[in-house]
């Protein structure tokens, strides 16, 4: 056999090296494509929405209050007072009434900041000044209460929501254990669901501290009216708004709740201003 000169012996590799680089190329091609393709189906197949859940760090303290029999309306002008002379972010609360539901008469939701602003000096010192007048016939006036810390959006969303609604849908959830995250996620799913139907979201709210509960929602309304009307929708549109939020379909909404759920009180309120 003829040897072969040093030329085809430097040619050889250099053609097998670089048909290894083009065959490189193909595949690296053929696995990007691969995928773009799979990014596609899986964007297809993800729900869609453009809600947007509000951030969650502003402390407020939450009261549920019981009166004591015939002292609610006393209680009420109380409260009424503390607001009137308290500083906005240290005494005064936002109030709602019961009308129907749990066993509280009053709901009040104070705007506290954060720990550090709510237990400084200073802010002690204003809270015992508004208070100390009037302390102590406040709590004969109360038969049961329960007090829990939470965050929740900013007072600026809050207090907005609050000054044009008259009516108020509230739900008090305790999760069971471990399902914490998935229930506030769940509830900001049933928000995207109500935003693709052009209906009033709900405001969300996580428990710190105080109280069993971990989460409560607030639907805000103009009136009893304008709750009713909120819950209209065609099964059509109401089957691709659930999709779209990420629920299986419509009728999964209320079951999946309930399988993150030890606990559930429902509440329908009226403002005092």
């Not at 670089?18 to 494509?33: E, T």
């Amino acid at each position: 056999m003829p040897a072969r000169n040093v030329g085809e012996n430097c040619l050889l590799p250099n053609l097998l090296r670089k048909q290894s680089a083009r065959v490189s190329i193909a595949r690296m091609r053929k696995a990007l494509l691969a995928i773009a393709f799979l990014s596609i189906a899986i964007s297809a197949q993800t729900p869609q929405n453009n809600w947007t859940p509000l951030q969650r760090t502003y402390l407020y303290k939450v009261s549920f209050i019981q009166a004591a029999p015939g002292k609610l309306l006393e209680l009420i002008d109380l409260q009424k007072d503390r607001n009137a002379r308290a500083n906005f972010r240290n005494g005064s609360a936002f109030m709602m009434r019961h009308s129907q539901g749990d066993r509280w008469d009053l709901m009040l939701v104070a705007p506290a900041a954060n720990y550090g602003y709510y237990y400084s000096p200073e802010s002690i010192r204003q809270r015992a000044t508004f208070f100390s007048q009037d302390a102590q016939k406040f709590q004969d006036d109360i038969a049961w209460q329960e007090d829990l810390f939470v965050f929740g959006p900013p007072i600026e969303e809050v207090s907005k929501n609050w000054k044009d609604a008259g009516f108020f849908h509230v739900e008090i959830f305790q999760s069971l254990p471990g399902k914490q995250t998935e229930l506030v996620k769940e509830r900001e799913m049933e928000n995207a669901y109500l935003h693709k139907l052009g209906q009033p979201t709900n405001l969300v709210f996580t428990r710190d501290q105080g109280a069993a509960w971990d989460c409560f929602t607030i639907g805000f309304y103009r009136d009893l009216q304008h709750y009713a009307e909120s819950a209209k929708a065609s099964p059509e549109d109401a089957e691709a708004a659930a999709k779209s939020a990420g629920f299986q379909s419509a009728k999964d909404i209320g079951p999946y709740l309930r399988t993150l759920i030890a606990l559930h009180h429902d509440t329908l309120a009226v403002a005092v201003k």
